[in-house]
């Protein structure tokens, strides 16, 4: 198999192509504390769902972007990263404004 940059873009070490993978623990978590936010919108318990989330997604944004099996899935990290850290600059910004 040749090393392209292709290859390298969307394949794993075993030379299957990966876009999607099965999710892995900060991923559901992310997913399910979400789900209990649109639930549960005010007080306490939202806004540490909100917490649980917003750090479970960071984590598997870092996993993505240090650990993930092909240059596609560290990019998808990296973006999610920094739409994470942004959202949170732009509503922090709006609430001091």
Known sequence: MQNTLVDKTF????????????PNLPL?????TSLLSLIFT???????LEVVANGS???????ELFQ???YFR???GLA???GLIASKIISYNGLTN
């Open 11 to 22: 394949r794993d070490s075993n030379g299957n192509i990966v876009l999607a993978q099965m």
């Open 57 to 63: 997604l960071f984590t598997w944004a870092w996993l």
């Open 74 to 76: 560290r990019a998808l």
């Open 42 to 48: 005010t007080g306490k318990i939202n806004t540490v």
């Open 68 to 70: 993930g099996v092909n």
């Open 80 to 82: 999610v990263l920094i």
């Open 28 to 32: 559901i978590v992310w997913i399910v």
